[in-house]
């Protein structure tokens, strides 16, 4: 069965770092999806991702994150100068725009830990 | 604005027990609601889904749900739970932003820890 696939797993950075998380998409699905949660509270919605420009983005989603589909399959979030607050596990989720299907298939998410 | 709702941060139960995790949402237009189910250390796996026709939709694992409109509810259950179910039940809505576009807004989760 076809996944979405989050690379890396854990990613250890200092603050005021750039970083990039990684998807791999379900590869017919059309809309991408980025999502955060802190440690101990719940999943937040980042930002979505339609026909190669962002559709809506939460207030989270300020100027220190950007988003990107370098080619056919990758889809990138990438923050700019990381703060500790940053710190949570990131989740790529993608969905298939075909029929009645409104579900969002995740991948296993990528912890970002700002020290 | 939509709103997800899960009055209970935690439950614990024994093994076999019937379990029920609570969700309540607001929203001023129709949703499609989910309960997805996240293992420690792991991530966010769909039990069942709400998008239209019987109310009571059943998932994966056992798991089933019923959606009440006038209650604006849409409880989880469970008849006989296992150690294996111990984990983090998230209860989320699906709306219309824009477009063909549409975004999940999750509770805050339900830890449901099951006793030997």
């Known amino acids: 069965e076809p996944e979405v696939t989050q690379t890396p797993s854990h990613q250890v950075t200092q603050m005021g770092q750039e970083v990039i998380l990684r998807c791999v998409p379900i590869?017919?699905?059309?809309?991408f999806y980025w999502y955060r949660q802190i440690l101990g509270q719940k999943v937040e919605f980042l930002v979505s991702f339609y026909n190669n420009e962002i559709s809506e983005k939460s207030e989270i989603f300020d100027d220190q994150f950007s988003v990107e589909r370098p080619d056919g399959s990758n889809f990138t979030l990438k923050i700019r100068s990381t703060k500790l607050e940053d710190s949570a596990m990131y989740f790529c989720?993608?969905?298939?725009?075909?029929?009645?299907?409104?579900?969002?298939?995740f991948g296993p998410g990528t912890r970002l830990t700002v020290t | 604005a939509q709103s997800v709702t899960q009055l209970d941060s935690q439950v614990p139960v024994f093994e076999e027990a019937p379990v029920e995790l609570r969700c309540n949402y607001s929203?001023?237009?129709?949703?499609?609601l989910f309960w997805y189910v996240q293992y420690p250390n792991q991530g966010l796996q769909l039990l069942l889904k709400y998008l239209s026709g019987s109310t009571l939709v059943k998932g994966i694992n056992g798991f089933e749900a019923e959606f009440n409109k006038s209650q604006t509810s849409f409880h989880l259950r469970k008849p006989s739970v296992h150690i294996s179910d111990t984990a983090e039940y998230f209860c989320a809505v699906s709306v219309k932003s824009g477009g063909s576009n549409y975004k999940l807004t999750f509770g805050k989760g339900t830890l449901l820890t099951v006793n030997p």
């Open positions: 590869s017919n699905h059309l809309y």
């Open positions: 989720a993608s969905r298939n725009t075909s029929g009645r299907s409104h579900e969002q298939y």
């Open positions: 929203s001023s237009v129709s949703v499609y």
